[in-house]
Structures are given as C-alpha cells and as structure tokens.
C-alpha cells in the first residue's frame, strides 16, 4: 500500500496486513447515484451485507483531499447529506487531491484505488459503458478502460439499458476483460436479469470465480474481471416498462443538453421519478445482491490465496 496516498481505516490496515477478506465499496452511488436518506441507509446495509460474511468493507473516497480506504459511519453520513461533493472517476483523482475536494469515487477511481491498497475485489452497482450515439459523441466511460488496465475483480448487475450494451460488451473484448455472468448464461441489464447478450462465460459459484480469478492473474493477464450478477428475480423490473422509462429520460436529456459526467446522475434521478421510486427500490436490492456475491468471492480467494 502506498502509505503517502492512501489513508485507511485501523479495520482495513489491519485486514490487509492479516490477509482477511475485503470487498471495495465505491462512494459515487452515495454522492450521486441516489437520493438522501435513501443514500445513507444503503451504505450502511451494504457494509452490513459484508461483514455478516465475514469480509471487511472498504467504502473509498475523497474526503478533503485525502483518499480514504474504508470509512467511518459519520464520514458515510457526511457524504450522504453533501451537496458540493464531485464526481471523481481515476483521472481526477490527483487534481481532487490538489485541491482538497471531497469526491464521490467512480468505479474506475475505486478499481485503482482498490489495486493500490491491496484489496482484490469490489463490489458496486453497474458499471458504466458506450453511451447510445457513441459513434458521434465518443461518450464512452472510464470504467471500461480501467478494467482493460487495473486487476480487480467488479461484481456488478451488468450495465444498464441508458447504455448500449452490444456495444459495451464489445469493447470489453477489446480491453481482454473476461465476462462472467454468475448463475445465468445471458448478460444482465442491471433493472433487468437478461439484456439479450450472452456473456462470454458462465460460472455458478463464488469458489469458481476465485478460482478464475487466481488463475486470471497467474497467467500474467493485467486487466480486471466484470462478473455480472443479475438482479434477484423479485425486485426486477419489467423489460417493457423500464426500457420505455430510460428512453423517455434519455429523450428529455438530449432536449436539454444533458451529457458527460452529469448524464447518468440525471438519467437515475429522472428514471426514478418517472418510474415513481420503483427503479431506486430495484438498483438498492441489487447493489445489496452484489455485496454479498463480492463477500463471499472474498472469502472463497482469500482462502485460495492462504492455501
């Protein structure tokens, strides 16, 4: 662990030191991705998921120019409620520094800061991808090269509908990141457990993938692993309804300009307002499906690792 950049929780120092399962948390959906208090009680139940495995959570971000490695439930609190909190995916990471900002961590932000401390896996949402009209935009995010560059597994619900998925899962084929649909053979869309592509691999249990994942690494390979676990059928939305949703959302966006880094924060607010709270119910119960398939992945590879 770099010591210079990197400030850990005493929990999480000492997890890593003692070779103990950790799950990466990012800190963006609590920033960004969903509103207050919905924000602050998901966070708290997600570390609640993790350590009734056994693992140890790791929630990062930039809290006054100083890059935390887990967090304390005040500093939860404090960034669930912020409202100057920016955006920080891992090329704003050092300027966030600089400037003594408090930053919302991305997935890429998370993955690399995730690599630098030590932790192997992380566990978020979905991760982003190539936007819709990318071939005229090139809107294609930060999540998908630094999986292509930075080796840390991602237990994610696919990507969502907002994006174009075909698109996406080409160009993590590029990147050589391997795609690992858990239990299922198709590729989820994060509100829904099938977006009609097929993912490269199956596997269908947490031993399996740490398996993977030793192996991934052992053979020099140098990018991260998306394993994309689909949504628990109960809280699934319907294909028909939500994809109308999004792309009423993404039509009111392209009226009013609406790109970059604030396109996917208003596309969730204005889906959740559209689809009256349904899809903020949804993203909570899969974020805290994905918790626990990443906690118990950490402990199934710390075992392997010991071994």
């Given at each position: ?160 509908s907002i994006l174009d ?47 993977a994942m030793r192996l ?92």
């Amino acid at each position: 662990m770099n010591a210079s950049l990197l400030h850990p929780t005493e929990e999480v120092k000492a997890a890593i030191a003692d070779g103990a399962p950790l799950v990466a948390l990012e800190s963006t959906i609590i920033t960004h991705g969903m509103p207050y208090p919905a924000n602050l009680e998901m966070a708290r139940k997600v570390e609640a998921v993790i350590r009734a495995h056994g693992a140890v959570p790791a929630t990062t971000a930039v809290v006054e120019g100083r890059i935390r490695v887990g967090l304390a439930d005040r500093e939860i609190e404090t960034l669930a409620q912020a409202k100057d909190a920016v955006k920080a995916s891992s090329r704003d990471l050092a300027a966030s520094i600089v400037q003594g900002r408090s930053a919302g961590t991305t997935v890429s932000a998370t993955m690399r800061i995730a690599a630098l401390a030590g932790i192997d896996i992380f566990a978020t949402g979905g991760v982003g991808g190539v936007h819709r009209g990318a071939e005229a935009t090139f809107d294609i995010s930060a999540d998908l090269t630094e999986l292509g560059q930075t080796a840390t597994t991602v237990v994610c619900a696919g990507v969502k509908s907002i994006l174009d998925i075909p698109k996406t899962l080409e160009f993590l084929e590029t990147q050589r990141v391997p795609v690992i649909a858990y239990g299922s053979d198709d590729f989820p869309a994060f509100y829904t457990r099938s977006s009609g592509c097929k993912a490269d691999h199956r596997l269908d249990t947490p031993e399996e993938i740490a398996r993977a994942m030793r192996l991934h690494r052992e053979l020099g390979s140098g990018t991260g692993i998306l394993v994309a676990n689909p949504i628990p059928e109960a809280a699934a939305l319907d294909p028909a309804f939500i994809d109308g949703t999004i792309a009423e959302a993404v039509a009111e966006a392209t009226v009013r300009g609406i790109g970059r880094k604030e396109l996917t924060p208003f596309l969730l607010a204005r889906i959740n307002e559209l689809s009256n709270g349904a899809s903020l119910q949804a993203n909570i119960a899969l974020v805290l499906n994905n918790a626990d398939l990443a906690a118990r992945i950490a402990v199934a590879f710390a075992r392997l690792k010991r071994e």
